[in-house]
């Protein structure tokens, strides 16, 4: 998952009617592929474990986009404080993909993205708390709305899954750091690098930790060759990663945040649409409640976040 908080490291392309358009498109585009991702890792991880499931997505992210940079002739020179960052980056993101892959594993896809869009909220409250971002009662009031929404779909789930129900709120909780070093990378970091450093970094970063781990005969970190099939489901994880994740970002090169952050939230839709086609899963009444609780904070905070950006444009005139 990703979000369009995040800017890109290189300017904006003009962004008139010709461009916005496209950038939209590049949006949905991320939206339909972005749960896919999801899909494959929870194929993939009924037969082989969620470690090795976040090692693949790294591995096939690199192999991907090592010719994406030589195609493009992108430099991958990075200096000593950003492969610091980058290698921050990727440790937030294996952290967020392997909560997340657990979550999916046995919990409805759907269900388990819905949880983690409070990912926007745990944002706000650290925008507020590390950079002294003023958050207005609002927000804060639309932020607790959307933490409740999330509870309206951990408690089905966590009645009939335990424990793995709250994965969610850790994938959220990484994912929203993970966007804040992406945020100072992308300041001198063009896209294509940082992914492809942050993927081959991730893959230095599991590698050993999977070898201890299955060593330890630790499940969730076992290491096995498994079926053709298994590994094509692996494969399609890294590169439904690398193709949103590269969509997103062009999408934010054609259009401004604010126009597509409220399109975001159709990758709800995609996901419960590829859940029920995948698996047969449908969300329950209450889940429903929650995912409509969820988007409702979600799509108010962006607007009111836009109607505070057109005020301090107008006071600074």
Known sequence: MAHPAARPSQPAL??????VPLGILMMVAFCALAPLIDVSAKLASQTVSVGQV???RMV?????MAPVLLLLRRSATVTRGQFGLLTLRAALLLASTFTFVSAVQRMPVADAL???FVEPFILLAMGAILFGDLVG?????ASLVGFGGALLVIQPNFAVFGPVALYPLGTALFFALYMLVTRRIARDLAPEPMQFHTAWIGVVLMAPILVLGAGAEIDVLALSNPAAVTWVQLFCVGLAASVSHMAITYALRFAPSATLAPLHYLEIVTAVLFGWLFFGDWPNTL??????VITGSGLYIIARERALARAARRSAR
């Open 14 to 19: 003009s962004r008139g009617s010709d461009h």
């Open 54 to 56: 976040t090692l693949a």
């Open 60 to 64: 096939v992210q690199a192999l991907l």
């Open 114 to 116: 819905a949880i983690a």
């Open 137 to 141: 009662p609002r927000r804060i009031l």
């Open 287 to 292: 889940s429903w409640g929650g995912i409509l």
